[in-house]
C-alpha cells in the first residue's frame, strides 16, 4: 500500500511540473532556450499559461481518477447497504452505474478547478506587467440585470424547445420509442433541472469566460471561437471506444491508459463525424452567443435548455437499435448524428435573428471585434 501511495505521490509530482510556471513565485517566466523566441513568446501571455493550465488538468486527472474510481465504487456499495434514498441514492446510483470514462471526466474536471487559482495568479501577473507597460485593454458592454435574465431565459426556451422538438422528429422516424413513464417532479428536479443548472454554470464559467475571454485577448474572434471548441469538444471525449476496458481501473496507469486508448477513438471517421463535429458545433454556438452579447447569460441559457430537455428525453425515450434510420444520421442519443448537428445550425440562425432585432449594449459587437 505504501508502494502504491509512494508511486502516486511521484507521478503528481511530475505532473506538477507542468503547471510550475504558473505558480513560480516571483511570478516569472521558466528559463527557456534563447532560439525558442516562439515558445517565450508564447509562456509570457495569458493564452499560454492556458494552454499550461489545460495539460496539467489532464495529466493530473489521470493520475487521480484511478483514487477518484475507487472511492466512487465504495460510496455507491454504502449507499446500496443502508438504502439511502433522495440525492444521496441518487449520487450513489450514479456512482455505481458510471464507467471509468466517466470517472476520468469529473476528475479532469475537479483539477481544472483546483488549479484555477494558479492560473489566475499567472494571469493577474501578466496583466500588471501589462498595465506597467501602458496597454489598456478595452471595457466590456454591461447589460440591464433584467435584459441578462431575459437573455438566459430566451435561450433556455429556445435550445430546449429545438432538442425537444429534434427527439419528436426523431420518434416519428423511428429512431426512439416512448417508455410511457411520466417523471415526477422529485425525478424531474434530481435528474434533469440540478444536473443541467450545474453544468451549464460551471462549463460556461470554464469554457467561454476563462478560456474563451483569454483566448479573445490574443486571437481574432473567429479563431479564438474555433480554438475553445476544439478544446470544449475534446474534453467531453476523453473516453475510450466503445467496447473497450480498462485492464485494472485501480491501477496508478489506469488513467494514462485511457488517454491512449482516447486517441484511438478520433481514428473512427464515423465517430469523428456523428459525435465530436457535433460537440464542436455545440462549443461554436454557445461561443458565439458570447462573443455576440459580451457576456455569459446567453451562452448559459442555451447550455441549460440542451442539458434539461436532453436529459428530459431520455428519461421518457430509449433508442431503438434496429431502426430505420442510419446510425450516421442519428446517433445513440439527441447529441449524435447529422440530425442534431443541423439542429445546431437552426439555432445559430435563431440566436443571430434574436440578437439582430435585440437593443442590447451598442458597444457589444464592436468591443468584442476589437479583441
Not at 97 to 123: E, K
Not at 130 to 154: D, K, M, N, T, Y
Not at 214 to 231: D, E, F, M, T
Not at 305 to 326: E, I, Q, Y
Amino acid at each position: 500500500m505504501q508502494d502504491f501511495i509512494g508511486t502516486r505521490s511521484a507521478l503528481i509530482g511530475r505532473a506538477a511540473l507542468f503547471f510550475v510556471f504558473l505558480v513560480s513565485p516571483a511570478g516569472q517566466t521558466p528559463a527557456i532556450p534563447s532560439d525558442a523566441w516562439g515558445v517565450r513568446r508564447l509562456f509570457r501571455s495569458e493564452a499560454g499559461a492556458v494552454l499550461l493550465w489545460v495539460v496539467a488538468s489532464v495529466v493530473l486527472g489521470a493520475v487521480v481518477v484511478p483514487w477518484l474510481y475507487q472511492g466512487g465504487r465504495q460510496f455507491s456499495a454504502m449507499v446500496a447497504a443502508d438504502g439511502e434514498e433522495g440525492v444521496i441514492g441518487w449520487l450513489g446510483a450514479a456512482c455505481g452505474r458510471a464507467q471509468f470514462g466517466r470517472f476520468y471526466n469529473r476528475s479532469l474536471l475537479l483539477c481544472a478547478l483546483l488549479l484555477v487559482p494558479a492560473l489566475l495568479r499567472r494571469i493577474g501577473y501578466l496583466r500588471r506587467e501589462r498595465e506597467a507597460a501602458g496597454v489598456v485593454l478595452p471595457i466590456r458592454p454591461s447589460w440591464p440585470l433584467a435584459q441578462r435574465w431575459l437573455l438566459w431565459a430566451v435561450g433556455a426556451v429556445l435550445a430546449g424547445g429545438l432538442v425537444w422538438l429534434l427527439g419528436i422528429v426523431m420518434e416519428w422516424m423511428g429512431a426512439f420509442s416512448g417508455t410511457g413513464t411520466s417523471l415526477q417532479l422529485k425525478q424531474l428536479l434530481a435528474k434533469a433541472v440540478l444536473p443541467a443548472a450545474v453544468v451549464s454554470i460551471l462549463e460556461e464559467a470554464m469554457f467561454r469566460g476563462l478560456l474563451l475571454g483569454l483566448w479573445l485577448r490574443v486571437a481574432r474572434p473567429i479563431s479564438a471561437c474555433v480554438g475553445s471548441s476544439l478544446v470544449f469538444a475534446a474534453m467531453h471525449f476523453l473516453s475510450p471506444p466503445p467496447g473497450y476496458v480498462i485492464a485494472d481501473p485501480t491501477s496508478v496507469m489506469a488513467g494514462f491508459e485511457l488517454l491512449g486508448a482516447t486517441l484511438l477513438h478520433y481514428t473512427d471517421p464515423r465517430f469523428f463525424v456523428a459525435d465530436f463535429l457535433t460537440l464542436v458545433g455545440v462549443g461554436l454556438v454557445l461561443a458565439g452567443a458570447r462573443v455576440r452579447t459580451g457576456s455569459l447569460w446567453l451562452p448559459m441559457g442555451l447550455h441549460f435548455g440542451w442539458v434539461m430537455a436532453f436529459k428530459m428525453f431520455h428519461l421518457t425515450h430509449v433508442r431503438l437499435p434496429d431502426g430505420p434510420v442510419d446510425s450516421l444520421l442519428v446517433g445513440d442519443s439527441l447529441r449524435s448524428g447529422l440530425l442534431p448537428l443541423a439542429m445546431l445550425g437552426l439555432t445559430a440562425a435563431c440566436c443571430h435573428l434574436l440578437l439582430c432585432c435585440s437593443r442590447g449594449p451598442a458597444c457589444a459587437r464592436d468591443v468584442m471585434e476589437n479583441e
